[in-house]
């Protein structure tokens, strides 16, 4: 893709309507090798294919399998209702795998009605425990999931269904098939699949269900897989919004990467209210004796791309504790040292901005402090991200029970956390010389948040 941004513009409009499927070849790590941010490091040139693919609408595929698996599905030609998935089963085992293959493709389980429950029980075993997933036990014949599957289909709420089948000894394959296919031509509307599991068994049967324009599936992985992107698609088709293109003023010349003067960064977080703690240069001890303890030193400038143990020293209680820490931290040509106030509380996130050269301003969020790269909890968006869009990556982030409170714990401040998103996507666009950003840690607190530190590479 040599202009991403095109293809955003384009398919946004397009899948609002049609569904665009892309298999994307040469997820390549290359990007990532010469990140000089955390923020670079996480979000390398696939994950941004990735986001610009997921902003565009597109459904996004990884092997061939996957393409000709959701084309399988696409021959019905269903009216979306809701994603709820209603599964019946003559086997536990596979239903089993079923079920564990869920929550990986999204998707969830619907709840049978009082009234299906009722008449489900009329026409099931005893033995039958009457509840979505079904499973209809092991010695069900052509009968059984006729009637089973005639009251699930009856039902208007229920638009997604999964058929299991396993040959055993009462298994009537053929009929159950034939059932099946005539469910599917009196029921144009709804997605019916099926995977029916036993090779050469029922390898007969695939074309008594093409003819119902079922979609048979040779193992439960397959079709969940697909039925989820096929799902998440239409659940969020009318919800997709056209990308409009925003190319900055070019940036000319093509120099070095440089990281940008530490102090010189802090005033883009003032140019773009982001909140911060106090930051000082400290020239010499004088500077040390009006401060607020406790306070911590940094040694910061082009040469020290991550800060470590040996310069950076926490929580210096007095001036004499900080002069003979001033002693000790080492700094190189065009380095220097810095004074902050000691925070206090609050979770660590990081966010930031990687520009990517074919899809612009990648926007990021996730777990933050010394282990960002290392956690690998991160959520991606383009440049356009809004505040609801930015509220999302953050409940899709592992660490998010945490920040909204768990245990107990203070909440932290969602909403401000996301304006803070959108407030780096605009400084993105607005500063096209900036190749990366990134604030780590920032601290997300019950009202507000606190910037710490910060990164920018020209």
Not at 291 to 313: F, M, Q
Not at 344 to 354: N, S
Request: charged share 25%; glycine share 8%.
């Amino acid at each position: 893709m040599e202009d991403g941004e095109k293809f955003m513009e384009i398919v946004s409009r397009l899948a609002k309507i049609k569904p665009v499927a892309v298999l994307k070849a040469g997820k390549s790590r290359a990007g990532q090798e010469a990140a000089l941010s955390h923020t670079g490091s996480l979000a390398g040139s696939s994950q941004a294919v990735e986001a610009g693919l997921k902003r565009a609408g597109a459904i996004s595929l990884s092997a061939l399998d996957d393409l000709f698996n959701l084309l399988t599905l696409w021959q019905r030609k269903t009216k979306y209702n809701n994603s709820d998935l209603f599964v019946v089963s003559n086997a536990g085992g596979p239903l089993v795998v079923a079920m564990d293959s869920l929550e990986k493709n999204n998707l969830v389980l619907g709840k049978f009605s009082s009234g299906l429950v009722d008449s489900l029980k009329e026409k099931m075993p005893e033995l039958s425990n009457i509840r979505n997933p079904l499973d209809i036990l092991g010695d069900a014949g052509a009968d059984r999931y006729e009637k089973a599957l005639g009251e699930i289909l009856k039902e208007k709420y229920i638009s997604n269904l999964l058929i299991l089948l396993t040959p055993q000894t009462a298994t009537e394959i053929e009929k159950t098939a034939e059932i099946i296919a005539d469910l599917g031509k009196k029921y144009p509307d709804k997605m019916i699949c099926t995977s029916f599991i036993g090779g050469e068994a029922v390898e007969k049967v695939k074309s008594i269900l093409a003819e119902g324009k079922i979609a048979n599936f040779s193992y439960p992985e397959q079709v969940l897989a697909a039925l989820g992107r096929f799902l998440n698609y239409q659940a969020r088709a009318s919800e997709i919004k056209p990308f409009n293109m925003r190319r900055p003023a070019a940036v000319l010349g093509k120099k070095e990467n440089k990281q940008a003067d530490y102090l010189e960064s802090f005033k883009l977080l003032e140019k773009y209210k982001i909140p911060f703690v106090k930051t000082l240069a400290i020239k010499d001890e004088s500077d040390l004796k009006n401060l607020n303890y406790p306070i911590v030193l940094k040694a910061v400038g082009p040469e020290i791309i991550h800060k470590t143990e040996s310069n950076l020293i926490l929580d210096l209680k007095s001036p004499e504790e900080a002069l003979a820490a001033l002693k000790k931290l080492k700094t190189g040509a065009g380095d220097y040292v810095i004074a902050q106030e000691m925070n206090k509380g609050g979770e660590e996130v990081i966010i930031g901005f990687k520009r990517d050269q074919h899809f612009g301003p990648i926007i990021m969020v996730g777990a933050g402090g010394i282990y960002a790269e290392i956690w690998q909890d991160a959520q991606l968006e383009v440049e356009d991200v809004t505040q609801d869009r930015a509220i999302a990556m953050i409940k899709n982030l592992k660490i998010y029970p945490i920040l909204a409170g768990a245990r107990g714990q203070e909440a932290g401040d969602i909403g401000t956390l996301a304006e803070t998103i959108v407030k780096v996507a605009r400084l993105a666009r607005e500063n096209p010389d900036i190749q990366e950003l990134d604030i780590n840690p920032l601290f997300i607190k019950r009202s507000g948040v606190l910037a710490v530190d910060i990164r920018v590479i020209t």
